[in-house]
């Protein structure tokens, strides 16, 4: 399995992003997905989760209301929209894909074992 992120770039407080994580392999559509992203001096903080069909989500705190979530299983796609940014949404975000199956949504590091690379994204104030 391999997970490429994009989408990730310079954008203004308020403005929008949308990224976007492609997967290899035949597992996508049978596995929970999540989006992490870690700042720098920070540790790696869950951010968005979706169960294998897209029928369940979970979100951080702190993005509620403002990220969304989504997938395509026919695309192998996982997406992550995000509105009203804000400075402290500055991080590489990574999207990441759960090597075992499981009906729900997950926000632990730990239950991930295929990872992406990262896309960076900053916010200016």
């Known amino acids: 399995v391999q997970l490429q992120a994009s989408g990730g770039g310079l954008v203004q407080a308020g403005g929008s992003l949308r990224l976007s994580c492609a997967a290899s392999?035949?597992?996508?559509?049978?596995?929970?997905m999540g989006w992490f992203r870690q700042a720098p001096g920070k540790e790696r903080e869950f951010v968005a989760g979706?169960?294998?069909?897209?029928?369940?989500?979970d979100y951080a705190d702190s993005v509620k209301g403002r990220f969304t979530i989504t997938r395509d299983n026919a695309k192998n796609t996982l997406y992550l929209q995000m509105n009203s940014l804000k400075p402290e949404d500055t991080a590489i975000y990574y999207c990441?894909?759960?090597?075992?199956?499981?009906?729900?949504?997950?926000?632990?590091?730990?239950?991930?074992?295929?990872w992406g690379q990262g896309t960076q994204v900053t916010v200016s104030s």
């Open positions: 979706i169960n294998w069909n897209g029928t369940s989500t």
């Open positions: 392999g035949r597992t996508f559509s049978s596995s929970a």
């Open positions: 990441a894909q759960r090597m075992v199956r499981g009906p729900g949504v997950y926000d632990g590091p730990f239950e991930y074992g295929y």
